[in-house]
């Protein structure tokens, strides 16, 4: 039959070019392991300086220093949160004109975290309920839950807030 040797010709291409992709597949996958090596001391490492970053960074934040405060996070971070994104230099006139005006931190409370280290360990989520309570410019003091998480990159050793979203969190039933 004509139609039997096409038929034959298209199932060996097929098969040929299924284990060819599988193969590509395969490369694919041992390149990627070998380019992310698991970070030295592991995950469980990674994950403890995270933990320990995000205790860290939720104390500064406390404690009105912003010069300690802005030392967490990268040039090129970007933030998302009520007003909108900001970038690293919005943030800083916005926080600098609040402190000027009278607004304070008075305490930081943050709970239910959740964290996730990449497998080469060069970076991480933190995710998690924070309490504010605020001394706003009129003198008024404001408490609130949001949530927020945080994302970090490793760069130079050091952890780095590359990404921020908070929103305010839903009522607890």
């Known amino acids: 039959m004509p139609g039997q040797p096409h038929t034959l010709r298209s ?8 284990a060819a992709c599988a193969a590509l597949a395969l490369a694919a996958a041992i390149i990627l392991t070998a380019a992310s090596p ?18 860290r960074f939720n104390k500064v934040y406390e404690s009105n220093d912003l010069k300690a405060y802005w030392e967490f996070y990268a040039d090129d971070m970007t933030q998302y949160w009520e007003e909108g994104r900001l970038d690293i230099a919005d ?4 926080w600098e004109k609040q402190l000027a005006a009278g607004t304070k931190t008075l305490e930081v409370r943050w709970a239910e975290p959740a ?7 060069d970076a991480a989520v ?3 309920r924070i309490y504010t309570k605020m001394r706003q410019s009129d003198g008024k003091v404001t408490a609130s839950w949001h949530q927020e998480t945080d994302v970090l990159f ?3 050793g050091r952890w780095q807030v590359v990404h921020l979203h908070d929103s305010p969190a839903p009522e607890k039933k």
């Open 126 to 128: 933190a995710a998690y």
């Open 11 to 18: 199932t060996r291409s097929a098969r040929l070019a299924s």
């Open 154 to 156: 490793k760069r130079d």
């Open 91 to 94: 943030y800083k006139t916005y």
């Open 38 to 55: 698991a970070p030295p001391g592991g995950r469980d490492q990674a994950l403890a300086e995270v933990k320990e970053f995000t205790e």
């Open 115 to 121: 964290f996730h280290i990449s497998p080469a360990g």
